[in-house]
């Protein structure tokens, strides 16, 4: 059953919905592994939780929700994965993302290996999410419950829209990568795609990398003039030598009592991480709408 799994990576590019039509599915979540967050959390939104994934802790420290079911496997690091522990689970299929690409040769040894990616410098973020999200759930025998994860996320995206304030200011959205250094985001990424159908503004109008994200000095966020939204987790030791950094203290959204700090969200997530960071996002901003 899992055997033309592969064939649907290859024709994807060149047939689009045309070789959607023909993928033959997967059986639930048997025989089905992943290294790759973004797929694992898209499948478990589908009811399609594969039956191993890699750093099953550190999932649930970086993405949050949706939680992996219990019995799901951890297969160790998503870089470097517990080739004797896959190999005893024997997979059909072993779902990966172009970063870890180079593993391919080794895990094909163990089963059918299967690539799908979001984030690319072509096309736009949320057309490639919702592919995505209608690739899987043909493949896993998903079809209906990805048309309704995906019309659920939009109507919900609506409902949230019309919770906003009427003057919601422009935001900066970072995530600390140690005390003196953030990710910030902006165009090509998850967060910026969200922003704009919530109707919300990105203050941050710099370069991007494909993943969505520039590498910044903290210093460099000092002039521009927006709500700061801190996405966790903070690196280890990172909030106590920011609350003695001068630098820190001083931007307007620290010094003032309104920066917005929230729980983690997958960055290069696809719909349920989506969700997840509107939910989080409007919540904070109907909590205190003042900039």
């Known amino acids: 059953m899992h055997e033309s799994f592969g064939l649907l990576r290859r024709l ?12 033959p599915s997967l059986a639930s979540s048997n025989g089905l592994a992943t290294l790759d967050w973004t797929l694992a959390e898209t499948l478990v939104a589908l009811d399609a939780a594969p039956d191993a994934v890699a750093q099953v802790e550190d999932y649930h420290n970086w993405v949050g929700e949706p939680p992996l079911p219990g019995n799901v496997l951890d297969i160790g690091l ?3 994965p517990n080739v004797e522990l896959l190999a005893h689970l024997e997979p059909e299929t072993i779902l990966i993302s172009p970063m870890f ?9 163990i089963g059918a290996v299967d690539t799908r990616e979001i984030y690319t410098p072509q096309g736009d973020t949320w057309n490639q999410i919702l592919t995505l999200t209608r690739v899987l ?14 019309a ?19 935001l ?32 941050w109008q710099g370069e991007t990398n494909y993943w969505g994200f520039s590498m910044v000095g903290l210093e460099e966020l000092l002039g521009l003039e927006a709500r700061l939204v801190v996405v966790e987790p903070y690196p280890i030791g990172a909030e106590e030598k920011l609350a003695d950094s001068a630098l820190w203290q001083h931007h307007p959204s620290v010094r003032d009592g309104n920066l917005i700090t929230l729980p983690p969200v997958w960055s290069f997530g696809a719909l349920p991480s989506a969700q997840r960071f509107a939910e989080l996002l409007v919540a904070a901003l109907v909590r205190s709408p003042d900039a």
């Open 12 to 23: 994807a590019g060149t047939l689009g919905w045309l070789c959607l039509a023909a993928t």
């Open 78 to 80: 998503r870089s470097q």
């Open 101 to 109: 690409g180079h593993l391919a040769p080794r895990l094909e040894q």
């Open 137 to 150: 759930g043909m493949a896993s025998d998903r079809r209906d419950e990805a048309e309704a994860l995906i």
């Open 152 to 170: 659920a996320t939009e109507a919900r995206f609506e409902s949230l829209r019309q919770a906003l304030p009427e003057e919601a200011p422009p």
């Open 172 to 203: 900066l959205v970072v995530q600390f990568m140690d005390e003196r250094h953030v990710r910030v985001f902006g165009v090509h990424g998850l967060f910026q795609a969200v922003m704009e159908r919530l109707g919300l503004e990105n203050a």
